[in-house]
Structure formats: structure tokens, C-alpha cells
């Protein structure tokens, strides 16, 4: 397990911890903003998720032709299509929500309104736009198109956000965010429309 | 007659001019870039036996006419300034990374350079896809982020992520600059922590966590991208901080001038930069694609500092 992964593991259990201690009733009754607190087991939850994918992604790059510290585009290439079609593969039956539920997706979007709002919040959103697509129709599971680039995720949202295990980052494409498998470029989930708000 | 046509007509002759040191090296805790304006001539590389030379850009992999004609000019520029190696501060290959985008992006433009047998050490940018490291010519050894000796002088460089400076990245770069014994640490990163770019600018987070390690492990100088233009950034705490995104990408305009960080800055051409270390300066000559030196100076290495009197 890498040091990223034990990290993660680390973290899953902390947030879960968190997740229970007792909530005020009275505090819940007066309808208190949310806290970091409140989204800990939604946030442990998805952490599990992510990790789940990654077994499957270390069992698949493990069966994959080992990449050399000095390879070719053309190895780099084969690697990487070796790597998604045995990860689709064992993920065959996978769809939008398996990772980012429905309530790990509140709480990505409550994270974006808050990180993209005021004049630091326009220029990161600038930041994320610069060379964004406008929209691409996406579906999890499927292999991060060839012709769009990466694009620019500022390091205050990266901040925000759920740290990753080492093989995995957030993009946007559009106006989505994904989970980008950056070792066998696919997409194991993602939030539609995460950039347009509520 | 423009600045930039002096500049034009002076600089094959001053790029092959024997050393005449402008500035006497100075010591003392902090790098000192010679103060130096506009209007000034362009200083000269010394090009001398036995000195480190290399070259430093970022943000070049787009495959745009301005990338091929930038690498046409470091290649011209190598002939008379044998540089062994280049710095890429990031987004080496901008958009698809197929195996036909690492040709057209990479190797197509630098065929000469890599013809010459310059070594080419890549760090990732936010564009960039981790993969890269794995890269033959990118000289990474399968790392996201690294250090390495030169094969002169006593310099090392550092190459960071900064997208995802993570505090085992922190962990690592603190423990090799700390063991690091050379007398030049240069760092090379994508997100500047200095810049007075419109679109991007300072990367303020970045330079919370770096900076401090900077300042106390000595570092000299950093070079970064991610703005598409080129700036040499006043001394800050000491270390020489230069803005090289526009290796093949160009944000013409982008500098804002009102900036009081900016010591020297250009952003209506892309640019390189060639430096050449000896001792304890490193002189430098940033180039644009039309071949004009549009900066250039001397930088002082930072001293440790010195140990308490017994």
C-alpha cells in the first residue's frame, strides 16, 4: 500500500470517527449551516468507494505489462489501454453514482459554490476554464476522451476537496467533475453539471 | 529605433562575446540579480570552459508554429551556447498525449537539440498527465517529482509538482535539500510562486509551503510557468524567481503592468532562457523567438549561512 493509500486509509478512519459523535438535536433543529463534521461519514463513505476502485485498479496494473522507468510513447500508450480494458472490464455493470452518491454529490457541489464565490472563487473558476471544453456527454467508466486536455485544478479547491489515493485526481471536463484514473485514463464516476451551482 | 531592434543587432555578437564579468561576484546571504533597466545592452555569456550551460522553458508542448520556431532558435542558439541540458517547468504536452502528440509535441520541434544529445528534465504541470514521467526523454525515472546532480559545477536541481504538493512531496524536497551539499540548489516548477500574470498570477498557497524551505535550505533560484509569458520577478527573500511559460503557448498582454514585482518582463513573443553557472554566478540571456535578447543579468548564489563564532 503506498503512502497515499495509507493516508487515505488513515483519513477514512478519522472521518468516521467523527461521523460518531453525537450531534446536537437542537442544533439540527435550527437548521445550522453544515459543517465539515456533518459530511464526515458521507465523505468516509465515498473514500471507501475510491478505494474499492483502486483495488480493482492495482489488481488490473498489476496484470498489466509492466511500464519501464524509460519507455516509449507507443509503451506508455499500450500500458495504459491494457489497464483500462481490464478495469472496465471488471467494472462492466458500473454507473453515475457509484462513487459520487447522491450525497457525496451535495456535498461536492456545496464545496464548489463555496470555493468559487467571491473574487478568489471567479479567478479559480477562470483558472478552471482556461482550456476547459464547454461540454462533452460523458458516462462513467469509460475511457477519458484523447482530445480534451487536462485541465487546470486550482490548489485552493484541491484543498477543499477529499484528498485522493496517488493514483487518482479530480478534473473538470466541461462543466463535470470527474475522478480521473490518471494511470489507465478512465473515468470511474463523475458530477454532472458540478460547476453550474445548485 | 525600438529597444527590441537594439537588442536584435547586439545579440548573435554578444551571445558568442568572451567573458567579460560585468558584475564582481558578491557574497553574503542572498542572491543578488544585477540591478539592471531597460535601456540597458544585454550582458553577455561568458560561454566559458568547464561551465554548467543550460536551457529553461515551460509551457512549450501545444505544438503551435511559436513552439517550432521557438525550438528552431534554441537549436541555432545551441551552436553558438553548447547547452547540455533543458529545464521544462511543465505542460509538456498540452492536450492529447497520444503516442503521435509526443512526436508533434516533443520530439518533432527539439529533433536538432535531441540530435545533439542535449537532455531534456521535465516537471509535471496542471495540464500534464502523470504518465509523462515514465517518458524516456523526459529524464524523470518513473518519479512525479526529483532532484539531480548536473555534470558540472556543483548544482542540483529540484523538480516539483506543484499541482499536488502533498505533504509526502514536502517531506521529500525538505530531506534532499537538506542533505544537498551543493552550493547551487535551483528548483523548477510549474505554479510560480511570484507572478504578475493577469490570468493566473501568484500561486500564494504554493509559496506558504515552499517558500520557508527555500529561505532556510538556501535554494537560489526558481523557474517556473503556468503564465504565458516571461518575467523575472524582483528578488523575494533573497532567491532569483523567473516566470518561463512561453515555451510554445504565449498570453500576449498578460503582464500587468502596475506589478511591483516584476523586474524585468516580456510578453509579446515566446521565450526562452539560457544561463551558464561557474562558480558562484550564473549569468543568464532570455531569447525570444525572433532571436532578441529580451533580459538578461547576473545572479549571486545565496551563501549559507555562516556558523556561530565558537
Known amino acids: 500500500m503506498s503512502d497515499r493509500s495509507r493516508t487515505s486509509v488513515c483519513a ?102 463555496e470555493v468559487l464565490a467571491g473574487p478568489a472563487g471567479a479567478r479559480r473558476r477562470s483558472s478552471i476554464m482556461d482550456d476547459n471544453v464547454k461540454f462533452v456527454p460523458l458516462t462513467a467508466n469509460q475511457r477519458y476522451p484523447d482530445d480534451v ?50 | 529605433m525600438s529597444i527590441h531592434r537594439v537588442l536584435a543587432a547586439s545579440s548573435l555578437v554578444l551571445l558568442l562575446a568572451a567573458c567579460t564579468p560585468a558584475i564582481v561576484p ?90 545533439a544529445k542535449v537532455l531534456f528534465f521535465a516537471a509535471l504541470g496542471n495540464h500534464d498527465d502523470r504518465n509523462q514521467r515514465y517518458y524516456k526523454q523526459f529524464n524523470m525515472e518513473g518519479q512525479r517529482y526529483y532532484s539531480f546532480k548536473a555534470p558540472r559545477q556543483n548544482v542540483r536541481f529540484f523538480a516539483l509538482e506543484s499541482t499536488y504538493p502533498e505533504p509526502t512531496q514536502i517531506e521529500w524536497l525538505e530531506r534532499q535539500l537538506k542533505e544537498s551539499t551543493d552550493d547551487w540548489k535551483v528548483v523548477f516548477v510549474h505554479h510560480p510562486l511570484y507572478s504578475s500574470g493577469g490570468r493566473h ?8 509551503t515552499l517558500e520557508p524551505l527555500f529561505i532556510r535550505y538556501n535554494v537560489s533560484v526558481v523557474f517556473a510557468g503556468h503564465d504565458h509569458f516571461y518575467e523575472r520577478i524582483k528578488p523575494q527573500m533573497g532567491i532569483a524567481h523567473f516566470v518561463l511559460g512561453s515555451g510554445g503557448r ?18 509579446a513573443d515566446q521565450t526562452f532562457l539560457v544561463a551558464e553557472v561557474f562558480d558562484d554566478q550564473m549569468h543568464f540571456n532570455a531569447i525570444s523567438r525572433t532571436g532578441q535578447i529580451v533580459d538578461s543579468g547576473l545572479i549571486v548564489r545565496r551563501q549559507p549561512p555562516a556558523a556561530p563564532a565558537p
Open chain 1, 12 to 113: 477514512i478512519g478519522a472521518v468516521l470517527l467523527m461521523g460518531w459523535l453525537p450531534v446536537s438535536p437542537a442544533g439540527a433543529a435550527r437548521q445550522v449551516p453544515r459543517t465539515a463534521a456533518d459530511d464526515a461519514p458521507v465523505v468516509a463513505d465515498f473514500l471507501t468507494r475510491v478505494n474499492a476502485y483502486v483495488v480493482i485498479h492495482l489488481q488490473a496494473e498489476r496484470a498489466a505489462p509492466k511500464l519501464p522507468q524509460e519507455a516509449t510513447p507507443k509503451q506508455i500508450d499500450q500500458t495504459q489501454r491494457a489497464m483500462a480494458d481490464r478495469i472496465q472490464a471488471a467494472r462492466a455493470g458500473a454507473k453515475r453514482g457509484d462513487i459520487f452518491t447522491p450525497e457525496m454529490t451535495a456535498v461536492i457541489k456545496r464545496i464548489l459554490i
Open chain 1, 149 to 198: 486536455a487536462l485541465t487546470t485544478m486550482p490548489p485552493g479547491l484541491l484543498k477543499a476537496l477529499p484528498e485522493l489515493p496517488e493514483e487518482m485526481e479530480y478534473r473538470f471536463i466541461g462543466p463535470h467533475l470527474i475522478l480521473f484514473d490518471q494511470h489507465a485514463h478512465i473515468i470511474p464516476d463523475f458530477v454532472p453539471n458540478a460547476l453550474a451551482g445548485k
Open chain 2, 250 to 267: 504565449l498570453s500576449a498582454g498578460d503582464i500587468d503592468a502596475r506589478s511591483p514585482l516584476t523586474a524585468r518582463g516580456f510578453d
Open chain 2, 26 to 115: 558578491q557574497s553574503g546571504p542572498a542572491a543578488v540579480v544585477s540591478p539592471r533597466t531597460r535601456a540597458e545592452p544585454p550582458m553577455p555569456l561568458p560561454n566559458r570552459e568547464g561551465s554548467l550551460k543550460f536551457a529553461a522553458m515551460g509551457d512549450s508542448g501545444n505544438a503551435s508554429q511559436g513552439q517550432y520556431q521557438l525550438a528552431t532558435q534554441m537549436a541555432k542558439t545551441h551552436q553558438a551556447f553548447p547547452f547540455e541540458l533543458v529545464l521544462m517547468s511543465g505542460d509538456n504536452l498540452i492536450g492529447s498525449e497520444r503516442p503521435q502528440d509526443y512526436a508533434e509535441k516533443f520530439e518533432r520541434p527539439y529533433q536538432l537539440l535531441l540530435d
Open chain 2, 201 to 208: 498570477g501568484s500561486d500564494i498557497m504554493l509559496r506558504k
